[in-house]
Nanobody, 124 residues
Framework: QVQLVESGGGLVQAGGSLRLSCVAS????????MGWFRQAMADEREFVAT????????SYADSVKGRFTISRDNAKNTVYLQMNSLQPEDTAVYYC?????????????????WGQGTQVTVSS
């Protein structure tokens, strides 16, 4: 079993930045690829970014490429999502997820464990 706890969400003006953190416990963290997903009201949950267990492979949704950066610190069992140039359309609940494998993956169904989410609101 893996427990994931996100933090760092909040209210920010358009053009601003936030950094989300997700602390994992209960499994060897470096053995798990991690992902960030988001869900806006009335929308389905969608992929944002993923990172491999070692941190050497990342992938991003086209909508955030060049603005968001995923990273991890295996010594701290933590994955981060640095979000720059935020726009109102980035407003959503952001979820951290872990999968039982090393390879980064963009598919929501490939993730086994989920956090409770953290709200990000971008005002115009």
């Amino acid at each position: 079993q893996v427990q994931l706890v996100e933090s760092g969400g909040g209210l920010v003006q358009a053009g601003g930045s936030l950094r989300l953190s997700c602390v994992a416990s209960g499994r060897t963290f470096s053995n798990s690829a991690m992902g960030w997903f988001r869900q806006a009201m009335a929308d389905e949950r969608e992929f944002v970014a993923t990172i491999s267990g070692s941190g050497d492979t990342t992938s991003y949704a086209d909508s955030v490429k060049g603005r968001f950066t995923i990273s991890r610190d295996n010594a701290k069992n933590t994955v981060y999502l640095q979000m720059n140039s935020l726009q109102p359309e980035d407003t959503a609940v952001y979820y951290c997820a872990a999968r039982s494998g090393l390879r980064a993956n963009v598919l929501i169904g490939r993730y086994d464990y989920w956090g409770q989410g953290t709200q990000v609101t971008v005002s115009s």
